[in-house]
T-cell receptor, first 110, second 114 residues
Framework: SQQGEEDPQALSIQEGENATMNCSYK?????LQWYRQNSGRGLVHLIL?????REKHSGRLRVTLDTSKKSSSLLITASRAADTASYFC??????????FGQGTTLQVKP | NAGVMQNPRHLVRRRGQEARLRCSPM?????VYWYRQLPEEGLKFMVY????????ESGMPKERFSAEFPKEGPSILRIQQVVRGDSAAYFC????????????FGEGSWLTVV
């Protein structure tokens, strides 16, 4: 079964609002990563959080990790239309072998 | 510094033909990974290669699919006798070494089988 499961599957918000996406996983991990994918494009690495970290920030992104619940969340603050994309979490079964979730499709309306 | 380069970006093949997808890793990277993304799904690991070696092919379909990463030149993902179900985006990624936390993805090759 899928390692990473994102929730919600789709999210539609207005520009300026915050967007929160959640990811759950099943096995123990070394780290968890979030990626963005614009339609028809490749994946862009957003942020990596290690298993011994609880929270990490990068610009308007905030990622949390709760290893006891095997879950992570990605918060995008003050969203922009350009943030419209699919967002995936990925856990590392082993180095380079990432297990991706189904993704959350985010639409930010101007 | 060029990123991971994949070509072709788009490929159309008729059922039964062969598809060859090429991937040049980032400069200095010797580890290559191939992933497949079916429509409306996340990426699924297919194979992990180092120069001239297949390290992990646990995600490769048992038949018709093969991958190589020769000493010289790009990595090749080869799909023989394509079927409609092979239609997907195929992504290549690379990393510098086994201990790299982050792997870098190319823009993908979109295969359509008609």
């Amino acid at each position: 079964s899928q390692q990473g499961e994102e929730d919600p599957q789709a999210l539609s918000i207005q520009e300026g609002e915050n967007a929160t996406m959640n990811c759950s996983y099943k096995t123990s991990i070394n780290n968890l990563q979030w990626y963005r994918q614009n339609s028809g494009r490749g994946l862009v690495h957003l942020i990596l959080i290690r298993s011994n970290e609880r929270e990490k920030h990068s610009g308007r992104l905030r990622v949390t990790l709760d290893t006891s619940k095997k879950s992570s969340s990605l918060l995008i603050t003050a969203s922009r239309a350009a943030d419209t994309a699919s967002y995936f979490c990925a856990t590392d079964e082993q180095a380079g072998k990432l297990i991706f979730g189904q993704g959350t499709t985010l639409q930010v309306k101007p | 510094n060029a990123g991971v380069m994949q070509n072709p970006r788009h490929l159309v093949r008729r059922r039964g033909q062969e598809a060859r997808l090429r991937c040049s890793p980032m400069k200095g990277h010797s580890h290559v990974y191939w992933y497949r993304q079916l429509p409306e799904e996340g990426l699924k690991f297919m194979v992990y290669l180092q120069k001239e070696n297949i390290i992990d092919e646990s995600g490769m379909p048992k038949e018709r699919f093969s991958a190589e990463f020769p000493k010289e030149g790009p990595s090749i993902l080869r799909i023989q006798q394509v079927v409609r179900g092979d239609s997907a985006a195929y992504f290549c990624a690379s990393s510098q070494d086994l201990n790299s936390d982050t792997i870098y993805f190319g823009e993908g090759s979109w295969l359509t089988v008609v």
